[in-house]
């Protein structure tokens, strides 16, 4: 007896979520997401809802302007206490989605770098009051880089409304 209770609590998953778990669980919920996006200024929702279990991080990204749409559905997966994997899906479709590699910190930031074939995309998420900071700085192979997009996001009610895409 003893020593299946000894198996099970070593097999079981730990009750402390690591640093990686805690910075994505904060980011649950909606979003008001203002920002710029190559020198554009755009109006944006954010929603993040955990999936599959608690094991994935959906993040959905809607722009506001009809005249310029723009869609990204975001899964993120944390393992091993601060590392995460993901993979970021846009409007633009499959030929513009890549994988993603990274971390969080014990401060709550995140880090994922999206692999792409003529750059890598930086997403940096950090934490802002009640809010997030979200940067994405484009690094070309040359080692060239330069800022792609950055939003502020603030709460928001999760209505819906923002998300019918």
Not at 48 to 58: P, Q
Not at 66 to 76: N, Q, R, T
Not at 136 to 164: Q, V, W
């Amino acid at each position: 007896m003893t020593l299946v209770l000894a198996a099970a609590l070593l097999l079981s998953p730990s009750a402390e979520p690591g640093v990686a778990h805690q910075a994505l669980d904060r980011l649950i919920g909606c979003w008001d997401a203002p920002g710029e996006v190559m020198g554009k200024r755009v109006a944006t929702r954010v929603r993040a809802a955990w999936r599959l279990g608690g094991r994935y991080l959906l993040l959905e990204s809607h722009g506001l302007d009809p005249a310029d749409p723009y869609d990204a559905a975001i899964m993120i997966g944390d393992h091993d206490g601060d590392r995460l994997s993901a993979w970021w899906m846009d409007s633009f479709g499959a030929g513009y989605s890549a994988a993603g590699k990274g971390q969080a910190d014990k401060a709550g930031a995140i880090a994922i770098d999206y692999a792409y074939p003529d750059a890598l995309y930086a997403d940096r998420l950090t934490p802002q009051g009640k809010g997030w900071r979200w940067t994405i700085t484009e690094r070309k192979l040359d080692g060239s880089e330069k800022p792609f997009a950055s939003y502020t996001l603030s709460p928001a009610k999760c209505d819906g409304t923002a998300f019918a895409f």
